[in-house]
């Protein structure tokens, strides 16, 4: 099943904040990992996030975190984030 992908606007500025190369890596992870399979829980890059409901996600992308949401038949990029920054995102903007 082909999901669509739908950005928030937070991260539509988190997106255009990134350097050209690492918006056309997060891009391309973004298509690879979320168009088809984005519950597809794995060790390395996608995990899903216990202890609070929204975002319900997270894809790791090298030094950067994808929070994401699945419904129904879409996936809702919520941020992206440094790795340095996840746990203040977290604290501020995850819901229990």
Do not use: C
């Amino acid at each position: 099943m082909r999901y669509d992908i739908i950005f928030a606007p937070e991260a539509v500025g988190d997106f255009k904040r990134l350097r050209p190369t690492e918006r056309a890596l997060i891009r391309e992870a973004i298509e690879k990992h979320l168009r088809y399979e984005p519950e597809k829980v794995s060790k390395s890059r996608i995990k899903r996030l216990r202890g609070i409901n929204r975002p319900q996600y997270r894809l790791r992308i090298g030094e950067f975190r994808v929070f994401y949401d699945v419904i129904e038949s879409s996936v809702e990029v919520l941020a992206i984030v440094p790795k340095s920054r996840v746990s203040e995102w977290l604290e501020e903007f995850g819901e229990s």
